[in-house]
């Protein structure tokens, strides 16, 4: 395709991408919850979007990408039990959940940095939208599609469906939503099952609490969302983004809160990616396998044979396609670093590839074939950004370049521009859009195992009276700034400037 | 001294600390402003009160360590002009205030992380306690100290003054400030020139901009620290630390606001840094003098001769006392590079000293010396946090280590327990509480080089038949887990696992 097309899940069809401010593009996206540490699922949709930003850039768009930071709103209530019910209590002896917040938002970005991530042009918190979030809640309330109780407001969900086609996104009928509701308590407050909190009085245990028009309480889980993406991409934006399973309630909340408040639609493209499964189970805590990022990449939980480097990971979800579900294992890690150091490996050869001579290709056939697998990378990044199809014709590359280095294939068979064209097709779609760098080599351990073994050639090399080499070693290393010095004690010790 | 002693700004004296929550301290700093990168100037306070935060953990105590972020409120008007005056344009094409915010702020992580600076616990923004900043100033109109003129809202400083003693922290009488206040515009709505804004007005062209009970606008700059310090750590607290730049007009605001508000000072400690001069000169942009922390790290402003490493810089800080000026010089920085490698290497030299045999020290005056030189950092940082002290103490001891590693000093001169005393005053002070970290030598590149280098002697031992030193080259590398590999171009490839 000669121009970028996205699966919009809203419509449920590849349309051609079009943004609505001319050379910008727009894009939110769900981040995380920091009530907790980062998990696997957590890598799949930032680790895509990721690549969709970059590809964004790559197309020469001035991209503003938005992904928040859950801090408050569902915040408490899963799991996590508030402490403070002594309230004579010094507050420095009371659990601060904003020092969980910290701490588990800098493991996220900790996490992020680790994958390669860029970071987002802003990292709105829910927290610090409180007066957005209270003005949205305002205007819902003052066009009829609220109503207050006992100082919570509540989304009148019955009547939105009524009056707009509410369910599209997720595929889910309103009758159909009694039972899998997962809303806090307050059912009762409810007039209808399926309406969801807007806002949630504080009971007097709850930490986090804010004045509101309604009394001290808390935003609902979805009006975060909706209040900061048209607070920084307006009222209409490109693209939001997300995993699969917040379809259902928290964007189908998003696209009704916003419908209400403003008058349409928010969002031109919706993508969603898929779900990670677990040896073919989904992830969940009764099956024992939420694996977090930690976790994932020290081998630290009893579901992993070994530590995988995050950039194994990247790999291994970018050689899928965001849309199918991926399913995780010993076994394929293991064969997907297998895989990114032989695609590593042929890119390093491929750097220092000269073409000995004359520009045109001895073998028009490979040639041809070379040129078509570079020039397919844009296609098949503009059909709904199928990284995976990317990293296979990368794989049909390598044989070539192994084959031209180890002599099998004559260094003159592919043209200079072949090569050059070869070249950047690397440069920018395995580092620059999907994101790829090398494994890390660990090289400061292995520096003073090499350093060591070095001191131990050269002492041996003294013994047998063979200075040459043993001064060698040593100028060798002056020049490399490592100054070997020869101890009192018969040792060498070295510094390295 | 055998109590912790701090450095009262406030009562100026020296105090002992006592915490008002036994067993916990908290500790409020002021961060940074991120409208733009952070300079040399902040090196000084965020590593002086990271070892004050760290010292206050090793004294046991449980710290709650909050350090702002200020990205609202006097953040538009210092330099960065508003964008968005054509109102018609584009949401996306505006400038938006909060991607500065988002860059700046991560770069400041960044510079944190290479100053080895431990993370606060909470690092809470002005924009995400706008609600917090609304009510508190409310509380201070509700109780006659701040007056509201249109949709701004100024705090009475004249009336305050009359009430409670104002200027004791800065030293300042009112009578003095008609000058000196840096106050935004605003100047005939003031009843008073030393009153300064609680809240102001957003003229149409601002784009940060809140709603609150006095029409659209933003906060001023003093009130966000006053909000927040009492949020997390309570209305009165043990200790807030700055830069003594702070005290006037920004520290007394924030007294002169909680005072009203809470009906008492807020804080039992003040404590400020003294500023930082280069070549003798005050840092300002008049000087041309303003080093970014980028520029510091590459060597990249007119002034440096050299970059400088985050760690020698942390050395160069703590060499002298918090409360001392400091001045900045290639020279003095290179001087600094120097002894901090003369230090790490005793240290190192330290960690492989093996006593020898009996108990008992050789050389008794020399064991009494270190055993006191030890003993002493306890006193010295217990005296107002003397770190210039403790490093003189550290250095009393490198020759004594050198000493005895080369042999001018006999091994068993000290005792087995003094050897033992000095490992743990070296892990204790120099590591873990004034947060040294060894100089990283750069080895990822180094090793490519050294590698290079061995190939190279193996290929010549190869040349020679000399099978013993390219075999043993080989299989010791493959221990340290490099695998030699010879190509068939005659070139040896490796890799690191």
Redesign the interface.
Known sequence: MSQFHIYNSYTRQKEQFES??PG???LYVCGPTVSGESHLGHARPYITFDVLQRYLKHLGY?V?YVRNVTDAGHFEEEGRVAEDKVSEK????KL?P??L??KYT?LFHHGMRLFNCE???????A??H???QI?MIETIIGKGYAYEVNGSVYFDVAKYAAAYPYGKLSGRVLEDQLETTRELDGQDEKRNKADFALWKSAPPQHIMR??SPWGEGFPGWHIECSAMSSK???VTFDIHGGGMDLQFPHHESEIAQSTVAHGHAPVRYWMHNNMITINGKKMGKSYNNVIKLSELFSGGHPLLAQPYHPMVVRFYILQTHYRSTLDFSNEALQAAERAF?RLW?AWEVLQKLDHPGNAAAGDKELDGKVTAWCNECADFMNDDMNTARVLANLFETAPVINGI???QIKTDALSAATINLLKETFQTYLLEILGMQPLQ????G??D???S??I??RK??KKRKDFT?SD??RD??A????QLKD???GSVSY??S
């Open positions: 609505i401010t910008h593009a727009g001035k503003r010094a507050l420095l002896e601060e904003m020092e917040v910290h800098s970071e987002p042009s802003i990292e709105p918190t927290t610090g409180i007066v957005e003005s804010w004045k920084y991409l307006g150091r490996e280095k180890g002599g080599t660990q090289s400061t292995k520096l195992e090499v350093l073994l070095l131990e050639i041996e090399a080499t060698q070693i060798k290393l020049q490399a700034g490592i101890e009192k004690d510094t390295v």
